[in-house]
């Protein structure tokens, strides 16, 4: 290790003072300070882009005082008897060969953020579906952190050859809460998992979260992720296709109102051949809502036959209201598809109008539009009750 | 009594400067059929625009619905009011479903007789099975990619759901196939034998005399250049169809 002399911020000392009072069973505390050195020293790569965005990502800290894993209740439900679905402390009771095999195997931790969560990990849910087993409810998870309080769960899934699941996360914060937590899925051949999450914390918490997913030889993988509430609400979204035949999804909807701001980050890595991808996102904002989207697609020059779908989507509502779309293609195979679309706009007054000749108030007119516009992801999501809930939250923002 | 009628008195409308209607006098009656012809750029479809409150179109004169004035109001009044456009090019609304739009669009012009989704649905599909309309329609998209075909068909869906007092239909024949246009022709007819529809007054827009043959005028006018120059019976499509507009523009031209 070369050494280095740094100087160690306030923050970073009681940080590391906090280590100490947490629990070693999942994360030891060698690899808790690891990780917060991590978390110090890497860069987010949310560099600040133009002149609206208020939000600088090197600056956020947990405050050490609110690192408390008594901030947040989990609530974890199935009723399918053949899946394991259990605290990560359980699991690594029980259950530590299988844990072992995703938890940290995903890019996760290799953020700046993902880092974080691991050096301070308070909780999460570890769910496990055997091989060739279909789960026919969703899993359910419901996380919800105390007022002021930081909490960083991480939530593994692991599916096995064949298995079918579906879990959806809901998270709710109250006011001053932060919340910065990691999910990874690890699959297996033909394995099919859709993972979707619905943020709806209060306006005032802060909500990070690091996810990945690394699907197996021909397995579907599909994520479906809302932010709704949230004063500050950033995702890093990775998908890494490291086996062939994969089938990847990625869906987003945000919608930043008032004085929200949502920063994500979707990548989806080719390095396996004859894989499939799609990248939807819809966002819109309205006040002085900012957003931003970064979408990396990244095809590796042996990854031929890859075929890789963006398309991003972006509504404004109100002159002060801003999205910044980025999307980056870095294709070094030869022998792939690759497209992305992407648009940023108002209302379409001829979309207005044809609705006002219908009889429809401008005002309805102008919601209708607005939420239709979200529903070519809102589809993506996966239970008729979550996809009736993120409409419900959409149109409550657009009133 | 209010004057019935929907009742066009001097109206003039200026796009961008430029005066394209110049003093338009015409009245549709409940129940009567008229036709408006004249070749490209005539100032048709700008006459439906601002009949219906287009934001981009500057009108004055007078316009009123049994005794209603229009231009004083906004368009989705105006289709309260009982005034309906069949565009030339609905607009295409992505995610917002067929059924819900003319659910709303019904609950929106028919206050007084609010329907229920469950019954709402039933309408519905009476109606798309009177008008020869897949069922699957309802779950689709707002014409979102729609053939002009298919486009043409939901606009005479929503009519035949809307039943308004009066129908502007512009252009609604082009682009369409003889079959299709049997079926716009049919539609018109299927609305005015209803009880509710065979009040309703029509402005059929249109540039060429083929789709009067399916859906018979009472009156036919004539539109060039911002005025209109003729009036007459069913003949006068006849003689369109013959002559083409060059010998009426001539006529009106030598009149000017």
Known sequence: ?399 | MPELGLRITNLRCRVAGNEILKGIDLTVEPGRVHALMGPNGSGKSTLAFSLTGHPQYDVSGSVSLDGEDLLSLNPDKRARAGLFLSFQYPAAIPGVKVANFLHAARQAEKPGDPLPPGKFRALLLEKMDQLGIDPSFMGRYLNDGFSGGEKKRLEMLQLAVLAPKYAIMDETDSGLDIDALKDVGNSIGALRATGEGSNTGFLIITHYPRILQYIVPDVVHVMIDGRIVKTGGHDLAHRIEREGYDKIREEAGAIA
């Open chain 1, 1 to 399: 290790m070369p050494s280095t002399v740094t100087i160690v911020a306030p923050e970073r000392n009681a940080l590391h003072q906090r280590l100490d009072m947490l629990d070693a069973g999942v994360v030891d505390r060698d690899a808790r300070v690891r990780a917060l050195d991590r978390f110090f020293t890497m860069p987010s790569g949310r560099e600040k882009p133009g002149r609206f965005w208020r939000v600088d990502f090197e600056k956020i800290v947990p405050d050490a005082e609110a690192v408390a894993s008594a901030g947040a209740q989990i609530d974890v439900e199935t009723n399918d008897g053949a899946v394991v679905l259990c605290n990560l402390a359980t699991a690594v009771r029980e259950h530590p060969q299988l844990l072992a095999r995703a938890f940290g195997t995903t890019a996760v931790a290799e953020t700046k953020f993902g880092a974080l969560t691991k050096a301070l990990l308070t909780d999460g849910v570890f769910a496990y579906i055997p091989a060739d087993h279909a789960c026919d409810e969703p899993i359910a998870i419901r996380y919800h952190a105390a007022a002021g309080a930081a909490v960083f769960p991480w939530i593994v899934v692991l599916a096995e050859r064949g298995a079918r699941a579906t879990v959806v996360e809901r998270l709710t914060a109250d006011a001053g809460a932060f919340v910065c937590g990691a999910v990874e899925i690890v699959s297996a051949e033909n394995a099919d998992v859709t993972y979707a999450a619905l943020q709806h914390a209060d306006d005032d918490a802060r909500v990070i979260f690091s996810r990945a997913a690394r699907p197996g030889r021909d397995a579907r993988i599909a994520w479906a992720l809302a932010d709704i509430g949230a004063q500050l609400a950033a995702q890093d979204v990775r998908i890494s296709i490291e086996e062939p035949g994969a089938d990847a999804h990625l869906a987003t909807v945000f919608f930043p109102r008032a004085a929200q701001h949502v920063d994500f980050i979707g990548t989806l890595e080719h390095r396996a051949g004859e894989a499939t991808s799609e990248t939807i996102v819809k966002s819109a904002a309205r006040d002085r809502g900012q957003a931003r989207f970064l979408g990396n697609i990244r095809i590796a020059p042996h990854a031929q036959g890859s075929d890789a779908r963006l398309r991003d989507d972006a509504l404004l509502l109100s002159p002060n209201a801003h999205i910044d779309s980025v999307p980056a293609l870095e294709i070094g195979a030869n022998d792939v598809k690759a497209y992305h679309g992407a648009t940023v706009g108002a209302l379409d007054a001829d979309q207005i109008f044809y609705m006002e000749s219908r009889g429809i108030e401008r005002d309805a007119a102008e919601r209708m539009i607005a939420l239709g516009f979200f529903e070519p992801a809102i589809e993506h999501f996966p239970t008729s009750a979550l996809r009736d809930d993120l409409r419900a939250a959409l149109a409550a923002k657009l009133s």
